[in-house]
């Protein structure tokens, strides 16, 4: 989207802002572009910690930082302290033996079962055995607790652990359960279980650490509706909000555990913490979405913001479509849009049953206030 015409639109809206906020962050592909790009101050909201994580990582900083330092400061004292961890010889022992993939999965579920009230044992508890291979869950687990004391070095090493557990987790594009050992889907797991989150990490402090923000901005835990309360007239917002009726937390609660850096009891296939430990938001709910995202432009219109926003055209799982987000808009903004192809993902699809992603006109629409 970046790339297809939403870039220079950004661009455009944000000579008149003095900062840029970002609703719904996500990834923090956009709040990355703004803070590097607009010369603005980015603030960056998300009901999910690891996405103000990834943002903070990079809009809260105004220089650049040398990933080689950073490795020497944290992956190499990680990598020692890991070596020192209890059940490190075993986990690498078990890993490095060339087995059938289902006893494999089978006995790391078995070993990662050791030990689970230990502190310092929170991906391996968690996840080790389903989401990561045992070296892998110890490798996150010696990522997070040796993390840097200094903030901003420690939110970047942070961002880093997040990537990296993203790029190495065993399951279908989005977390919501890991593979399993199947006909179709073992050599799935066990090319997921071979990648080395230590590389991963050195790759993402590689794209971290160039980027920096041209003004230093902030990143919250937030709902959108409260914060865009307090926006005003020269504050420029991207709005990106969920089309999905699943709640986002699902796809997302591996991350948002690394991110936290805590979690309460997992169960399911899924792994998934208890109810009350994932954020809910009421634009995943169909009973809910229309007049959430109602609600918001009412909010945004009175405070006389400029908008850029973005949804799919046609209509989504959560009830809402972009034709009607602009009509709604309409009534409260001037409105100009541009239509785009572009290709999202279904959460949760895969081939057999629905895609797991899928082309799709989205619009983006600029709404100025009257």
Known sequence: MLNNGLGEILKTEARSASRIVDLFCGGASVSWFAAANLGKPVLACDLQHYAAVLAGSVVKRTRPVQAPMIEELWLSHAAQSRSRLKRWRQAKELDSTKIRTETWRRSAQELCSLDTVTKSA??????????????QALSFDAMLRTLPDDGELREICLAATIIAASRCV????????????????????????????????????????????SKPGGAEVADANQIAKNLKPDDMVFVDPPYSAVQYSRFYHVLET????????????????????????????????????HNLLCTLAANGCTVVLTFPQAKCSNGLSGDEIEEMARQLFYVRRRSVETCFSTLGGNTKIRTARKVSDELILVLKSR
Do not use: M
């Open 122 to 135: 929170l991906i391996w508890r968690c996840y080790g055995g389903h989401y990561f291979s045992p070296t």
């Open 170 to 213: 065993a399951a279908p594009g989005h977390t919501a359960q890991p593979f399993k050992a199947t006909q179709t889907a073992a050599r799935y797991l066990r090319e997921a279980w071979v990648r080395n989150p230590f590389q991963y990490a050195r790759a993402a402090l590689d794209e971290i650490c160039p980027l920096y923000a």
């Open 258 to 293: 690394i991110a936290r850096g805590a979690s309460s009891e997992v169960e399911g296939v899924g792994r998934y913490p208890p109810y009350k430990e994932r954020p809910n938001s009421c634009y995943s709910r169909k009973g809910g979405s229309r007049q959430a995202i």
